[in-house]
């Protein structure tokens, strides 16, 4: 076709401004690239030099070329039962598998037991959990220190604050993760000398750290999915989707200042599994 | 025909006397389109994984996939000396001190935003106007499964720049692992490389993220595709379009035009959400800390929902026999492993009910079976309402709720929104129909010839 009508000429120029742009927006990204770089405007820049072929390309398509309409005849997908009869027969009758029951079981048997073989690797990707999600690092003696920290002393933790400690000198488990926290005289009991409690820092739900405390009512909050725990009795779920209370750590508070664990978490931390009780 | 010379003819003739396969690439040339919008959202998410693959490339050159402990030293000021993991490092350089590199890594995730839901808009054209049904089935499950596919990139993804947001989300992925009877502890800790967090798991994402699941993909890809070229696509009905006709543009050179001008815009979007639109700032939250967790934590829009269901399932935790269900299991696996499965399985469920088996090629119009559209309704308005229970403390904070009752009203609307919807959808549906049944038979059990002005006309069965 060489007549050109004047509404096609018009488009064959806006697709060449088009295709211009992306010349332009090109060289434009060469020159920031070499003065450093700089994400809004090379990301404008990109912006126009795929949008410019983009749209020109579409443009051209669209508006100047043959827009026939193509009807194919669509055949039934498939060749129906013949086709299938076809295929059996090379498949399986030529082989003879219907009398070779036997072998097929062995060969089935034979390839069952190496791909089991071949699996067995799988266990290589982790230890056997084992008892490891029952225990953590507390151990009886174990002074209660914040991360890299010095044991800490009663004193550096002041009223309606919380202090996430580990064992001290041992901050490699990190579900050991303890919150002590100072809750000064409790409301309703008479005042006691051990104003600080101890819970477990990882959520029973699934498992997040239990980032937030209220101080005017003594919650814990986990960020997560809004678990609140009751820091006065027992850290036991007051709302949201958590069940368990969060274990408290046993410990001492020493003359020295200093706060000594009695033992392990007396449950497990964390969320739940299936045999957490048996 | 004459052989005149066209065109390249010295390298065509090279390459068929080499292969033979000029008449099937001729074929190829002449394959039939049908022409609708809606069609092109299949291909807009193979574009977007092109896209993903290319910038994904980029960032593989600097990531380094290893939580070994560095001191920060780079260019960023708040972060200077701070003990960081060296994949943290990494991705602060690719984000500062690469050129190019945070355009690249900006338009890699919301690249990656885009590719899920351009597959969600494609997976509801195909359900919602019946194109899985025989002989399609099949490519309906491996869409699927690349929906699947292309969230668990996506979650692979987000937990590589070991960021603080990253780790909750892992941490999370663990525990509900761990949540499934018998099996969860095997599971989690084979998964995770031990009790979370480990050191073993971001290697194990990355070889995850960057081969085995994109490898998996791109075969998928190429079946999806290679399926519809052999069964040839569905197409509307009207005009001339016919069960055993196909109707639209060829490939050559219309198809062929529209879709690589598709592409370059797609890229082109992509490069402006990029370069304009700051994405995962994760210097902002800093370096993965297992007892630090901010607040709030929004993930990525499409793992939303499952926070959502997280958030507002009641707290129950029973005890069967002496084994625990865990709180999370419900919520985090079960309720998210049926909606799942029954929308895999829908094509074989809707013809046990409907008792409809034999091929279609014509699609339906939304209207036309309303208990299908009702349904897909129904499946949107549930995942939509435990999306935004994800993120019911920030809705919360920002319009002055009490969480308390957000988490409520939240819980009523997973229950009755989707009934409603379904029983709405349904009964729109239905008047639609009568509507059309009154206006006389649908256009599509007619037969139509195109008369010579380019119009169509109705000829009689
Ligand atoms: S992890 Fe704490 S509420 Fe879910």
């Known amino acids: 076709m060489t007549v050109r009508e004047p509404g096609e000429r018009r488009t064959e120029a806006t697709v060449l401004l088009l295709f211009g742009l992306t010349g332009a927006c090109g060289l434009g990204l060469l020159v920031v690239y070499a003065l450093g770089g700089q994400p809004?405007?090379?990301?404008?820049?990109?912006?126009?030099?795929?949008?410019?072929?983009?749209?020109?390309?579409?443009?051209?398509?669209?508006?100047?070329?043959?827009?026939?309409?193509?009807?194919?005849?669509?055949?039934?997908?498939?060749?129906?039962?013949?086709?299938?009869?076809?295929?059996?027969?090379?498949?399986?009758?030529?082989?003879?598998?219907?009398?070779?029951?036997?072998?097929?079981?062995?060969?089935?048997?034979?390839?069952a037991s190496l791909a089991a073989a071949l699996a067995i690797p799988v266990f290589s990707l982790g230890p056997a959990p084992g008892r490891s999600l029952f225990v953590t690092a507390w151990r009886a003696g174990r002074r209660l220190a914040p991360e890299g920290g010095p044991p800490v002393r009663a004193d550096e933790v002041p009223i309606g604050s919380v202090l996430t400690v580990f064992p001290d000198g041992d901050d490699s488990d990190p579900n050991a993760a303890t919150l002590l926290i100072h809750v000064g005289d409790r409301p309703g009991q008479?005042?006691?000398?051990?104003?600080?409690?101890?819970?477990?820092?990882?959520?029973?739900?699934?498992?997040?750290?239990?980032?937030?405390?209220?101080?005017?009512?003594?919650?814990?909050?986990?960020?997560?999915?809004?678990?609140?725990?009751?820091?006065?009795?027992?850290?036991?779920?007051?709302?949201?989707?958590?069940?368990?209370?969060?274990?408290?750590?046993?410990?001492?508070?020493?003359?020295?200042?200093?706060?000594?664990?009695?033992?392990?978490?007396?449950?497990?931390?964390?969320?739940?599994?299936?045999?957490?009780?048996? | 025909m004459s052989a005149r010379p066209g065109p390249a003819s010295g390298a065509l003739r090279w390459f068929d006397d080499r292969t033979g396969l000029a008449p099937v690439v001729r074929a190829g040339l002449r394959k039939v389109f049908p022409d609708h919008w809606s069609f092109l959202l299949g291909e807009i998410a193979l574009f977007c994984f092109v896209i993903l693959i290319l910038t994904g490339i980029f960032l593989t050159f600097f990531y380094v996939p290893s939580a070994a402990p560095v001191s920060y030293e780079g260019p960023y000021a708040p972060m200077h000396g701070r003990e960081v993991s060296a994949a943290y490092e990494s991705v602060l350089r690719i984000s500062f001190e690469t050129k190019a590199g945070l355009l690249m890594r900006q338009i890699h995730h919301w690249t990656a935003l885009l590719f899920v839901a351009v597959i969600v808009l494609h997976l509801s054209r195909v359900f919602f106007t019946g194109a899985f049904r025989r002989p399609r089935e099949l490519n309906w499950l491996m869409g699927f499964t690349l929906l699947a596919l292309a969230m668990a990139l996506g979650?692979?993804?987000?937990?590589?720049?070991?960021?603080?947001?990253?780790?909750?989300?892992?941490?999370?992925?663990?525990?509900?692992?761990?949540?499934?009877?018998?099996?969860?502890?095997?599971?989690?800790?084979?998964?995770?490389?031990?009790?979370?967090?480990?050191?073993?798991?971001?290697?194990?994402?990355?070889?995850?993220?960057?081969?085995?699941?994109?490898?998996?993909?791109?075969?998928?890809?190429?079946?999806?595709?290679?399926?519809?070229?052999?069964?040839?696509?569905?197409?509307?009905?009207?005009?001339?379009?016919?069960?055993?006709?196909?109707?639209?543009?060829a490939f050559w050179p219309g198809q062929a035009f529209l879709s690589t001008g598709l592409f370059f815009l797609t890229a082109a979007i992509a490069a402006l959400l990029g370069g304009l639109f700051q994405i995962n700032p994760i210097w902002l939250f800093g370096p993965f800390d297992a007892a630090i967790v901010s607040s709030p934590a929004q993930p990525d829009w499409y793992v939303g929902w499952r926070d959502g269901a997280l958030r507002?399932?009641?707290?129950?935790?029973?005890?069967?026999?002496?084994?625990?269900?865990?709180?999370?299991?419900?919520?985090?696996?079960?309720?998210?492993?049926?909606?799942?499965?029954?929308?895999?399985?829908?094509?074989?469920?809707?013809?046990?009910?409907?008792?409809?088996?034999?091929?279609?090629?014509?699609?339906?119009?939304?209207?036309?079976?309303?208990?299908?559209?009702?349904?897909?309704?129904?499946?949107?308005?549930?995942?939509?309402v435990l999306t935004l229970a994800g993120g019911n403390d920030v809705l919360a904070f920002s319009f002055g709720f009490e969480l308390e009752f957000l988490t409520n009203a939240f819980r009523w609307l997973a229950l009755l929104l989707p009934p409603v919807a379904w029983i709405v959808t349904w009964r729109l549906c239905r008047a639609r129909l009568r509507e059309g049944e009154r206006r006389g038979p649908p256009a599509a059990g007619r037969a139509v010839r195109r008369r010579p002005d380019g119009g169509f006309e109705e000829v009689g069965e």
């Open chain 1, 40 to 111: 809004q405007v090379e990301g404008v820049l990109l912006f126009g030099a795929l949008g410019g072929l983009g749209a020109g390309i579409v443009l051209w398509g669209q508006r100047l070329m043959p827009t026939r309409v193509h009807i194919e005849p669509r055949e039934p997908v498939g060749g129906g039962p013949e086709a299938v009869a076809g295929l059996q027969e090379p498949l399986a009758e030529e082989a003879g598998f219907s009398r070779r029951r036997l072998l097929i079981l062995g060969l089935g048997g034979a390839l």
């Open chain 1, 190 to 278: 008479a005042p006691t000398p051990d104003q600080f409690l101890a819970f477990s820092k990882i959520c029973t739900h699934a498992g997040c750290p239990v980032g937030l405390y209220r101080e005017q009512d003594h919650v814990l909050i986990c960020p997560c999915h809004q678990s609140e725990f009751d820091v006065l009795h027992g850290a036991q779920p007051l709302s949201g989707p958590a069940v368990r209370p969060l274990p408290p750590l046993p410990f001492r508070l020493e003359a020295d200042g200093t706060f000594t664990a009695l033992g392990d978490f007396p449950e497990p931390v964390g969320p739940s599994f299936w045999d957490m009780k048996l």
């Open chain 2, 155 to 249: 979650f692979t993804g987000y937990s590589l720049p070991d960021d603080l947001l990253s780790g909750t989300g892992a941490r999370i992925a663990y525990s509900a692992a761990l949540s499934i009877p018998f099996v969860g502890p095997w599971l989690a800790f084979l998964g995770f490389g031990g009790e979370i967090p480990t050191e073993a798991f971001l290697a194990r994402f990355y070889v995850l993220h960057i081969m085995l699941l994109p490898g998996l993909v791109i075969a998928l890809i190429g079946a999806h595709i290679g399926l519809v070229v052999l069964q040839k696509h569905t197409q509307y009905k009207g005009g001339p379009a016919r069960e055993d006709n196909v109707v639209g543009r």
């Open chain 2, 312 to 384: 507002i399932f009641p707290p129950f935790e029973p005890t069967v026999l002496g084994s625990t269900i865990p709180a999370a299991f419900i919520p985090g696996i079960v309720i998210p492993g049926a909606v799942f499965t029954a929308v895999a399985l829908w094509p074989f469920i809707e013809a046990a009910l409907t008792g409809d088996r034999e091929p279609h090629h014509l699609l339906d119009r939304i209207w036309e079976h309303p208990g299908r559209t009702a349904t897909g309704v129904a499946i949107l308005a549930f995942f939509s």
